[in-house]
Every structure is written in structure tokens, then in C-alpha cells.
């Protein structure tokens, strides 16, 4: 069984968030207070979340990413994610997290049955980091990395590109990977909050790799066959690699493969689509046929493309965290 939208495409990525918490307040995420508190009975149960996630593995789900928020601060989350890893036919089980927990939670995450870690980072200097998550330790982040590196997961490093905020250590992240077997992507800065400014933020995929391309010499990576967006570049001789991701300046729409879910249990078939719908009555109900119909609706109406770098369209802002990336 597959889940195929009305533009052909086929969706097996589900992004889950299983809370809208999170202990960093990263400057383009979070409000500097974090988010207003929701009802206990407004967030998805973990039963629900299984139910769920259980209910769309048999549509065609292969993929499923646990993400916030930020995931680890949840309680229960370990034996939630075990649950998961048990779903027959779901192929890969990942995780995105900031990263702060992971020092003690990584051999946990590893026997609980997830597969690969992505790793936010947006600054390697102290300050900086602190700076952009509003307080964040880098050298905790940086020993829970590795840590997990120890631990035997495979690692992606997610970075948020800002100009004049992280611009000037594109080198240092590309020179890591010398090192370090890390799969570092750099993500153009996306306006979720569509503050006036956004545009001067984002700096193009293009001039990341070719301002890494003046002091490197890389090459392309073969994609494989579960590859998400990332188009990937070896620096010679380099333990890791690098990789830009490009949602403004080129559209991946056309290979999208994902939709997510809410920790509140709103599900939405694209990033910028204004649109969601509310899972939880049908949840609730503990009808699976009608909720297996309901995530099918949605599928099909997915929209071929979002308009967010049309300067003239506007999406409602919202907060990345309720979301989860
Ligand atoms: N707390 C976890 C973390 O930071 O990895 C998971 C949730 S976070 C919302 C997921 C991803 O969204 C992170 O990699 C973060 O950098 C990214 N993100 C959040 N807001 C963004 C924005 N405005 N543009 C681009 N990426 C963004
Ligand atoms: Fe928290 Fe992740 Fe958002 Fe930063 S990007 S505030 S770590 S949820």
C-alpha cells in the first residue's frame, strides 16, 4: 500500500513532534518566554501518538522522525520511542534534537531503537551559539555529540544559515568535517515568523557551497535511495560531508515525500500551508479505518509547491517549535 498525492508523489515521511517544550529558545524558533502553556488534555497522549503512528505505517509510512519542540524533554520519550522502533514494516526511525540531553541520553536512544540522530547546531564559537539559542551551552551540545558518535549513530548536523549571524563559519563547519564523520547540512533560513527582515537573513544554498568552494575542493556525494533534500558534497580526503538545503532558493516541492504532525495532534501536509487539520476526534474515537481516510484526504490535497519565497504571499507566521522543523 503507498500514499500517493494528486502530483504523483509519493509520501512515506511522517514528522512527528511529541511536544511544543523545549529547555534552548533558539532566536528564529521560540519566543524569548517560550510558548504560552497548552492543556495537558490538548497535547496527543503517547497511546495516541502510537495509535497514529501505527495507523499510517500500513499506508505506506516507512519513515517516521520524532521531533519538537525539543523531544528528549519529554518524559516517557525512550520507552514511547521503543514502542516505535517495534512498528513492523517502518523502516527508519529517527530523531532531531538540540542536542543538550544527548550526553546522557544517547545509549538510551540507541537501544530503544533509533537509528539516526540530526543534531542542530548553528554556531562551533561559545558565544554565538549562546547568543542564537538565548543561553545554550555548546560544550555540553558538543560532548552529547559526541557521545552519540561513541554510541555508534550515524550523525547529521543541521545549521541554520543566517547572514550576519553564522556566515562567517560556514568554513569552520565545512574544516570539521576533515575530521569528523558528520554529515553537516546547511539550511536556508526559512520566514516562519515573516518578520519584514527575513529576506536579508537567508543567504542561498549556491553562495554557501561556493564560499566553502574557494577554500575547499569537493566533490558530489551519490545520493541513496531514502535521501531527504540535502544535495551533498565531499571535501577530499574528509571523514564527513557537507550538504545544503534549500527550501527558498530551489524548490525541492517536487520531491517532497513528508507530512507532519502536531504534538496537539494538528496534521499538515506542507510546511507553509496554512491549513491543518485537527487529528485528535478521530483519534479519540479510536477509529482507525476513519483515521487511515481522514490522513488519505489530507495526502491528496497536498499543494503541488509552496509560495513562501513570493514576497507578495503571506502565511500566517508560526512558531517552528509547534511544528517541529
Ligand atoms: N529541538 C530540536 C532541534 O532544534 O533540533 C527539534 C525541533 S527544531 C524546531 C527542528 C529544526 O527546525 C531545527 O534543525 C531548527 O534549526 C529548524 N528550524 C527552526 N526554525 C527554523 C527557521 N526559521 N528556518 C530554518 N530552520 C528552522
Ligand atoms: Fe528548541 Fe529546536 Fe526550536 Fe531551538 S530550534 S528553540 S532547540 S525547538
Given at each position: 500500500m503507498s500514499l500517493v498525492d494528486s502530483f504523483g508523489r509519493k509520501i512515506n515521511y511522517l514528522r512527528l513532534s511529541?511536544?511544543?517544550?523545549?529547555n534552548f529558545r533558539c532566536l528564529y524558533c521560540m519566543p524569548e518566554n517560550g510558548v504560552p502553556k497548552v492543556d495537558h488534555h490538548e497535547i496527543l497522549s503517547y497511546e495516541e501518538l502510537l495509535l497514529l503512528a501505527r495507523s499510517v505505517v500500513p499506508l505506506g509510512i516507512e519513515k517516521i522522525r520524532v521531533t519538537g519542540g525539543e523531544p528528549l524533554v519529554r518524559a516517557g520519550v525512550i520507552d514511547f520511542l521503543g514502542e516505535l522502533s517495534r512498528i513492523p514494516k517502518l523502516r527508519q526511525l529517527v530523531l532531531t534534537t538540540n542536542g543538550y540531553l544527548l550526553d546522557e541520553m544517547a545509549l538510551q536512544l540507541l537501544s530503544a531503537g533509533v537509528q539516526r540522530l540530526n543534531i542542530s547546531l548553528d554556531s562551533l564559537k561559545p558565544d554565538n551559539f549562546a547568543a542564537i539559542t538565548r543561553g545554550g551551552d555548546l560544550g555540553r551540545v558538543l560532548k552529547g555529540i559526541r557521545t552519540a558518535e561513541e554510541a555508534g549513530f550515524p550523525i547529521k548536523i543541521n545549521v541554520v544559515a543566517m547572514r550576519g549571524i553564522n556566515d562567517d563559519e560556514f568554513e569552520d563547519f565545512a574544516a570539521w568535517t576533515l575530521e569528523k564523520p558528520y554529515a553537516v547540512r546547511f539550511i536556508e533560513y526559512m520566514p516562519t515568523n515573516r518578520e519584514d527582515t527575513w529576506t536579508s537573513k537567508v543567504i542561498a544554498g549556491e553562495e554557501i557551497l561556493s564560499r566553502i568552494g574557494n577554500r575547499f575542493s569537493m566533490q558530489p556525494v551519490v545520493r541513496g535511495?531514502?535521501?531527504?533534500p540535502s544535495r551533498d558534497y565531499r571535501i577530499s580526503g574528509a571523514a564527513g560531508t557537507i550538504g545544503v538545503i534549500t527550501p527558498i532558493s530551489g524548490h525541492f516541492c517536487r520531491d517532497c515525500n513528508r507530512i507532519r504532525v502536531t504534538s496537539q495532534g494538528m496534521v499538515k501536509n506542507c510546511l507553509f500551508a496554512d491549513t491543518e487539520v485537527d487529528l485528535k476526534p478521530v483519534l479519540r474515537s479510536g477509529n482507525v479505518v476513519a483515521l487511515q481516510e481522514v490522513l488519505r484526504r489530507i495526502v491528496s490535497e497536498k499543494p503541488g509547491k509552496h509560495l513562501m519565497s513570493e514576497t507578495d504571499t503571506v502565511h500566517k507566521p508560526f512558531a517552528m517549535s509547534k511544528v517541529g522543523g
Open positions: 511529541v511536544t511544543d517544550r523545549c535511495e531514502m535521501a531527504g
